[in-house]
Structures are given as C-alpha cells and as structure tokens.
T-cell receptor
C-alpha cells in the first residue's frame, strides 16, 4: 500500500491561474515533506519543502501547506506559467529516506 | 559541472544479461541512493548508502547489488536482467546522511533501461 499518494495523475490549468497539487500520506512518523519537479528526460529537481513543525512555507510563486491532522499537504503555484508544465512528485521522510508519491502531471495552457 | 552523473543514458539488455549502471557525484555528498521510476508508482528506493563502505536495502532491492568503495561512486549492478526491471533509474545524493528539509536530494538525469 502506498504511503504517499497523489490521487490526481494529471491537472490542466490556464496560464495566470492557480495550480493546486495535492498529496496525502499515511505514516504519522513522516516529519519532512518535499516537492520535486521533473521535466521529461531529466532528473527530478527540488522545489520546496516543509517540516512538520510548520503548516506553511512560501518561496516566490510556490507555497506548500501542511495539515498534519489530515495527513495532507498541497502545493500552490500562483500565477501558473507554461514553464511550470512538468510532473510534480510529493516526497515524505521519517528522517532516513524519502518515500515518493506517483506524481501529478501539470499542464499549464497558454 | 558539479552534480550527479549517470551513465549510460539508455541501455537495452537481453533477459539474463548483467550490467552495471554508473553513478558519480563530485559534491562530496555522504548519502547516495538508487531509485527506479515506473508509471503510476513514483520513485521507489532500491538501495542506499550513508557513506563509503556502508550500504543498505530500500523498498525494492531484489535483483540488484550495490557497493560504495569511494565517496564519489555508487554503481548499481543488475545480476541477471529480467523484463520486470525495465524502468528509468535515477541516482540521487545528499550532503547529509539524513535528508535535509532544505534541499532534499540532487538527482542524476536518469538511465532508461529496457530488458527484452
């Protein structure tokens, strides 16, 4: 059973609008969460992170929200740009390794 | 250029053949790992190492061997390739043996392996 779930395999958003990518986890021992972005034929690249002592972390157009009681986190991209079109992976760690979700493919339409 | 280098980028193997996927990093990172990416499955950890001479199994280690004789290199060996090992393989490294919440891992660009 997957410990990290991203239930939307794909998402399409109009340029300039908000993109919201969701992630759910089952292991209450996870205390670090990261989002990675992946373009075709490239390795994933780190985007933004949050630790369990926070409920929000912001970096420019990207904000990650963490709801520990619901074991849910989300990534908000505002405003969305065509260059944001990629696969986004949510990852969670209990202090040693990361467990990755299956990814959500975001398409930002011009 | 600093980073994680994986070779080869593409490989086709016949069932039963063996091969080694190479991974090298020049950032003096302690932690290195191998993941495989399959459709709908995300990235699954195969093996990892927290330093030279130390390796451990991840979620899907069967059919793979690793060694870490130097800080820089972390090769992944397929002992007897099977079609189920058709996948994209990523090597990752990190400065700390515990993943940092500030920058996570640095990934290589991947090796696409097809076993026929």
């Amino acid at each position: 059973d997957q410990q990290v779930k991203q239930n939307s395999p794909s998402l399409s958003v109009q340029e300039g609008r908000i993109s919201i990518l969701n992630c759910d986890y089952t292991n209450s021992m996870f205390d670090y969460f990261l989002w990675y972005k992946k373009y075709p034929a490239e390795g994933p690249t780190f985007l933004i992170s949050i630790s369990s002592i926070k409920d929000k972390n912001e970096d420019g157009r990207f904000t990650v929200f963490l709801n520990k009681s619901a074991k849910h986190l989300s990534l908000h991209i505002v405003p969305s740009q065509p260059g944001d079109s990629a696969v986004y992976f949510c990852a969670a760690s209990d202090g040693q390794n990361f467990v990755f979700g299956p990814g959500t493919r975001l398409s930002v339409l011009p | 250029n600093a980073g994680v280098t994986q070779t080869p980028k593409f490989q086709v193997l016949k069932t039963g053949q063996s091969m080694t996927l190479q991974c090298a990093q020049d950032m003096n990172h302690e932690y290195m790992s191998w993941y495989r990416q399959d459709p709908g499955m995300g990235l699954r950890l195969i093996h990892y190492s927290v330093g030279a001479g130390i390796t451990d199994q991840g979620e899907v280690p069967n059919g793979y061997n690793v060694s870490r004789s130097t800080t820089e290199d972390f090769p992944l060996r397929l002992l007897s390739a099977a079609p189920s090992q058709t996948s994209v393989y990523f090597c990752a490294s990190s400065y700390s043996s515990s993943p940092s919440p500030n920058y996570g891992y640095t990934f290589g660009s991947g090796t696409r392996l097809t076993v026929v």
